[in-house]
């Protein structure tokens, strides 16, 4: 379970905060065209931009559903990922 704040526009026309929780599960296998592999699980983050080229392949690794939360970024815009060993 991942905490989440909802933040949204009441009927009144008014900002409101609610607080609650996102659940994910299930663990998938990423593999590259280059055999490069990895396993996400539920609470980390996937950045997947490779929208062209011979693109990945990915399987359930274990007998969960793959609940899971898409963002959307918008085309050319910053994603603040910094790839491990980056200070």
Known sequence: ???AY???TG???????????IVVSGALEFVTH???SFII???EIL??????GSGHKWRLVD????KRLYVAFKEGGRVNFRPDGTP
Do not use: F, N
């Not at 009927?11 to 929780?21: A, F, I, L, Q, Y």
């Not at 007998?63 to 793959?66: E, H, I, S, Y």
């Open 1 to 3: 379970m991942i905490r």
């Open 6 to 8: 909802s933040l949204h």
């Open 11 to 21: 009927e009144d026309g008014h900002s409101h905060v609610t607080s609650g929780s």
């Open 34 to 36: 280059g055999g490069e």
């Open 41 to 43: 699980h539920p609470g």
């Open 47 to 52: 950045v997947a931009t490779d929208t062209t």
């Open 63 to 66: 007998d969960q559903p793959w």
